[in-house]
């Protein structure tokens, strides 16, 4: 029996779950914690679990790791029943996880060595995910994940094919392409692929995969063969979610992003004339600090004009060693408000985008009982429950207004 296994953050973390799950088959009363970095609130959910764990499973053997172990290792050791903290690198090699294991460690590890990080398994879930980068080589001023990550790291296009082909032959039936920064893969590989010519070669080589999704890209990173395909090609979905984060100039610059709010718009503009109908999704932080009233009005009134559907919205969180952590504040009753905010204007456009689609036909992914999501990432509730992992066609009968309701066509 496989580590039990407490995922907090991204679809990388999720991603590095099974791969543990993976390394852990043998593991007894164990549990594996694996942290988020990139706000506060994820750290307390992560400390606030491991306590519980502690005070109502005394004997069981708690591992953390993930970022926020990465960043400061010995606060998270000094928690009550942790017994061992990995980084994020160590997490990942098999002999981290194979102390006392036995005489079958050694067969054990050379399988694994000739395909690392191979996943064929996600626990509950009807999609997997790939790790096609990892790292980051940007500081935007907010953020404390490349500290907790590293550079940017790509994996060759070689090794992502046997992975997805793997997970095809293992029943999945629609893979999402994840890393810290996946639009800056492939300059350190040789040839310097970029993320569109890794999605094309997938999909060629793969022909039998029927859905593609990738993760957040940054919108001033999109190569040419990826526009390509969200033009021409049925099996990348519909759907870009982008790391846009404000909807102010002086605040991206600030952030040190890379875009401004011209050029944000300009990609999800031409996205929509290459794709009519895509889903366009957003993160975005709440009160970053220097953030005025007036600066604040312009990210919502950028947002309320993209109107995009689908919006991941975070109050600013203070990640001590950033420089946006020694920025003036903005008080957090106003960071909470503003958000709520950004989070309304995001469900009228989830509302608008859904309504569109009742009394049409929809490519539905099933998960689990009675509910699934469309190609555009819709989450949409069936008449009746299926088959999870299925990829079948459902004709939308109404709204609730953040979900589409279907029968089977």
Not at 157 to 177: D, K, N, P, W, Y
């Amino acid at each position: 029996m496989s580590a039990e296994i407490l995922t907090f953050g991204c679809r990388l973390n999720a991603y590095e779950s099974e791969v543990m799950r993976s390394f852990t088959a043998d593991a007894v009363d164990t549990v594996i914690v694996n942290t988020c970095a990139v706000t506060a609130e994820a750290e307390r959910q992560a400390r606030q679990a491991i306590r519980r764990l502690a005070r109502e499973r005394p004997d069981t053997k708690i591992v953390v790791t993930g970022c926020a172990a990465q960043i400061d290792p010995g606060s998270w050791a000094a928690l009550p029943g942790v017994s061992r903290v990995l980084g994020n690198e160590d997490k990942l090699k098999p002999e981290s996880w194979v102390a006392g294991a036995g005489s079958a460690v050694s067969d054990i590890m050379a399988a694994r060595e000739t395909a690392p990080h191979m996943v064929t398994e996600f626990a509950g879930r009807a999609r997997a995910f790939v790790q096609v980068q990892q790292g980051c080589d940007h500081r935007c001023t907010f953020c404390i994940i490349p500290f907790g990550r590293g550079p940017n790291r790509s994996v060759p296009i070689g090794v992502a094919v046997t992975q997805v082909r793997s997970l095809v032959e293992a029943g999945f039936r629609e893979i999402v392409l994840t890393g810290v920064d996946i639009a800056s893969y492939g300059p350190d590989l040789p040839g310097s692929p970029t993320l569109g010519q890794l999605a094309r070669r997938l999909l060629a080589l793969v022909p039998e995969l029927p859905r593609l999704r990738l993760s957040s890209i940054d919108p001033a990173a999109i190569d040419e063969d990826l526009w390509r395909l969200i033009a021409e090609e049925p099996r990348l979905m519909p759907h870009l979610h982008l790391s846009l984060q404000a909807g102010s100039d002086l605040i991206l610059k600030r952030m040190k992003r890379r875009h401004l709010t011209a050029n944000a718009m300009a990609t999800i503009d031409r996205a929509r004339s290459l794709r009519p109908g895509i889903a366009i999704g957003a993160d975005l932080i709440a009160g970053f600090p220097t953030e005025t009233d007036a600066l604040f009005k312009e990210t919502l009134g950028f947002v309320e004009a993209a109107d995009m559907p689908f919006l991941h919205v975070f109050p600013y969180s203070e990640r001590p060693g950033t420089p946006a952590a020694r920025m003036p504040a903005v008080g957090k009753s106003v960071r909470r408000e503003r958000a709520a905010l950004l989070r309304a204007a995001g469900a009228r456009a989830a509302e608008r985008f859904l309504a569109v689609h009742v009394g049409r036909d929809i490519a539905l992914l099933t998960e689990s009982g009675d509910t699934g999501h469309s190609e555009h990432f819709a989450p949409v509730r069936l008449a009746s429950a299926a088959e999870p992992g299925r990829v079948m066609t459902a004709r939308v009968t109404g709204s609730t207004g953040s979900v589409l309701l279907a029968e089977a066509a």
